[in-house]
């Protein structure tokens, strides 16, 4: 039996065309789609934009102006106490961006928006602009109202989204952090105008204060969503389902009804239950191997969390690759069929199913939502889904109850695939050769 | 085991298979001594196949008793199947393990000690003469090398039974050669061997007694001599002529040991019935028509007479 084992092994491991489909290929689209999703990931940050802000006499009389300035370059004040350095949150560098989330004294003002460079007049600050040296200019008017103008080549690049990601989505922030400060601005001085004596009052600045209508990102899951990563588990699920070829290889060159090699094997004085316990615990050994390889290079290369859980994912690819051995099994033991074509019914299963888990963009990944809201048994069913929730399951719940369900799940659909195998295969002798 | 001698290595009684309609095997009786070449003759699904696999317990049968080396053959003789080789039609080895590795292995499921087994394996390599080709991979085989190593993967645990299933299916004449001494060799050293083929000169050379089947059955048994005279069918003569009448070929065809004369226009050819004067009565005839004789040659009846004779000459699957 062992040297059933070694063989079986030697057997898979020199096998090219499993070599490819289970390393090369995840790890071929896992890299085409860190190339495509990198870029969409960055198009979506906000980075700080350089400007340079106009201290003249409007500015001095802007009330609150400088405040704003500070709190979204993250600079504490003038006097040069300001953190310009942003402080990540300690627990996992997964939940904040250190470049985006600035903490000043015991308030986290958020994202930050700028980098300032404080000049004393326009022309400096234009002359700046034209040496490229910032991107716009803020500057307050004689009503206290701060614009932001911005140089034409910015505005050209923040138009082009394959320049300087993310630049249009901090000018956008940008824009309406200031539209709000203005309009809060306007606000106060009417109110103050009208009734001079609500600045003296708390319930008048609590309720200025709580005007402003922004959106607060605050993390509800283990670790911080990354829409992304599910195509990446998606794919681990697909490359696990090939991994199928490995059994279907194993009880086709066993079986004497199935091959010639299968003739010679049975034979043998060694049980073909032995024969075939050493080739599948080959083929769940080689499966693991590339579906390790094919995660460290997704976890690793690609930046693909697995929610801190490295261990767990580990435990994950066993249990995945431990039903698509059992699964292999089912389908290399039906009969009257030849290797070649169960190959290739293999690898049409997983291409299919993997429509389901949402492997083949934005469409997909809507049907396999939809699949587990309106028919979640269908779900439930789909290896392939269900290898993805695996890995989705260590990414988002902070429970691991989600993953030990999955895995439940995946040895539920093992035991049946296995066996129906087993029922296949059970007989010593064929009516046909 | 407690076999001797005397105990066949193969007792086959009234085997009957059935597929469906069709009858497989049609009572079929066989018994191959211990120490023999024994040959297994038939036309294509002539029911070859399928014997030996029921005798190796790989297909069910529907009736019959079949013991090898006096045992019942079932899935689990696993102590039988130990003195057992087979070298099946297809050429039956991984394709992803090196010569060295494929016999290795096919050794192991005999000889589980890989110290018992180095040895075997470096004989196997030596009788098919795979010496320069140890680290090939079957892909990278020729033809003749690959039923080679099928050979080698099927006798490397020195079984006292080996099938040979048409080994020497598409090799040159010099691999054929060696893989016919080769199974003298094998015999020699006491295996016995049951070999099936379509080459009735390879049986011819090969094997102690050979078997006729047809249709699922036993048609005749003996040695090639004994085989051959079981048939009507003599010698076949062939003469150069080129002034033939149809007179003549007339005249020849009258005679009555002559089963079957053509002429082509500047040959003769006649198929005789068994009888001590064919030539000679042949030749008188001729002379008497005044047709010149030019170059003539006397055949005596091939194994592929008796094969024809008796499982006819219509065309099979």
């Not at chain 2, 080129?242 to 500047?266: K, N, Q």
């Amino acid at each position: 039996m062992w040297s059933t084992f070694i063989v079986s092994l030697k057997s898979n491991l020199r096998n090219k065309s499993a070599l490819f489909w289970l390393i090369v290929f995840p790890i071929a689209l896992s890299t085409m789609f860190n190339g495509v999703f990198g870029g969409l990931d960055k198009a979506m940050s906000i980075t700080p934009v350089p400007v340079a802000v106009v201290q003249d006499t409007n500015w001095t009389n802007a009330v609150g102006a400088d405040t704003l300035i500070t709190a979204l370059s993250g600079s504490q004040n003038d006097s040069g106490q300001a953190s310009g350095s942003s402080q990540s949150d300690s627990q996992n560098d997964d939940k904040s961006d250190s470049n985006a989330d600035t903490v000043i004294g015991d308030i986290n003002i958020g994202v930050r928006l700028l980098d300032v460079t404080k000049v004393d007049s326009t022309a400096q600050a234009r002359d700046l602009l034209t040496q490229g040296k910032t991107d716009g200019i803020i500057a307050a008017d004689g009503d206290g109202r701060i614009a932001l103008t911005l140089g034409s080549d910015t505005v050209a690049t923040a138009n082009n989204g394959t320049q300087d990601v993310g630049l249009d989505v901090s000018l956008a922030a940008l824009d309406n952090v200031i539209d709000q400060y203005n309009r809060t601005s306007a606000t106060v001085k009417t109110a103050l105008k009208d009734n001079p004596t609500a600045a003296l009052t708390r319930t008048f600045w609590n309720g200025i204060g709580s005007a402003t209508n922004g959106t607060k990102e605050i993390t509800l899951t283990n670790f911080k969503p990354d829409v992304m990563a599910r195509y990446y588990y998606a794919l681990m699920g697909m490359a696990c389902l090939l991994a199928m070829s490995y059994m279907i290889h194993t009880v086709t060159t066993a079986q004497a009804n199935l091959s010639a090699l299968g003739i010679r094997r049975t034979v043998a004085p060694l049980g073909r239950a032995k024969q075939l316990l050493a080739g599948f615990l080959a083929g769940w050994l080689c499966s693991c191997v590339c579906l390790l390889v094919a995660l460290a290079y997704i976890r690793y290369v690609c930046g693909i969390k697995v929610g801190g859980r490295e261990p767990l994912a580990v435990l994950a690819v066993l249990v995945a690759s431990f039903m698509t051995c059992s699964f292999g099994t089912m389908i290399g033991a039906i009969p009257k069929l030849t290797d070649g074509v169960k190959q290739s019914i293999s690898t049409a299963i997983a291409c299919g199913l993997s429509l389901f888990s949402g492997l083949y963009g934005g469409f997909a990944m809507e049907l396999s939502d939809l699949i587990s809201r309106k028919a979640p048994l269908l779900a439930a069913i789909n290896p392939t889904q269900q290898v993805t929730n695996l890995f989705y399951s260590l990414m988002y719940y902070d429970s691991t109850q989600p993953f030990i369900r999955t895995c439940v799940i995946l040895l539920a659909m093992s035991a049946v695939f296995l066996t129906a195998g087993v029922i296949m295969l059970r007989r010593q002798r064929y009516e046909h050769l | 085991m407690t076999d001797n001698n005397q105990t066949p290595a193969v007792h086959v009684s009234q085997l009957v298979k059935r597929y469906g309609d069709m009858v497989a095997l049609d009572y079929f009786d066989l018994d191959v001594n211990q120490g023999e070449i024994f040959g297994l003759l038939g036309p294509n699904g002539s029911g070859k196949t399928t014997a030996i696999n029921c005798i190796l317990a790989l297909l069910t049968y529907d009736a019959g008793t079949i013991r090898v080396f006096g045992q019942p053959m079932t899935p689990t003789s696993y102590a039988l199947k130990r003195r057992i080789g087979i070298v099946p039609q297809n050429v039956a080895v991984f394709n992803e393990l090196t010569v060295t590795e494929n016999i290795d292995y096919f050794c192991s499921l005999y000889v589980p000690k890989k110290a018992d087994r180095a040895p075997l394996v470096e004989e196997a390599i030596d009788f098919a003469g795979l010496q320069d080709f140890r680290k090939f991979r079957p892909g990278k085989l020729s033809g003749g090398l690959l039923r080679r190593l099928n050979i080698a993967c099927g006798i490397a645990h020195k079984p006292d039974l080996i099938f040979f299933d048409e080994p020497t299916v598409a090799v040159d004449p010099q691999s054929r050669n060696a893989i016919l001494e080769g199974i003298q060799k094998l015999n020699q050293a006491g295996a016995t061997v049951i070999y099936t083929s379509h080459y009735m000169e390879e049986v011819e050379q090969i094997c102690d007694r050979i078997l006729i089947m047809d249709h699922g059955r036993h048609l005749a048994l003996g040695t090639a001599d004994e085989l051959k005279s079981m048939i009507d069918t003599g010698e076949r003569i062939t003469i150069e002529t080129f002034d033939l009448t149809d007179d003549a070929l007339t005249a020849v065809r009258a005679l009555p040991f002559v089963i079957e004369a053509t002429y082509d226009g500047h040959e003769l050819a006649v198929r005789c019935r068994r009888g001590d004067h064919n030539l000679v009565d042949l030749i008188g005839v001729l002379r008497g028509a005044g047709a010149n004789i030019g170059h003539l040659t006397s055949r005596p009846p091939s194994l592929n007479d008796v094969f024809l004779e008796l499982t006819g000459k219509a065309l099979r699957d």
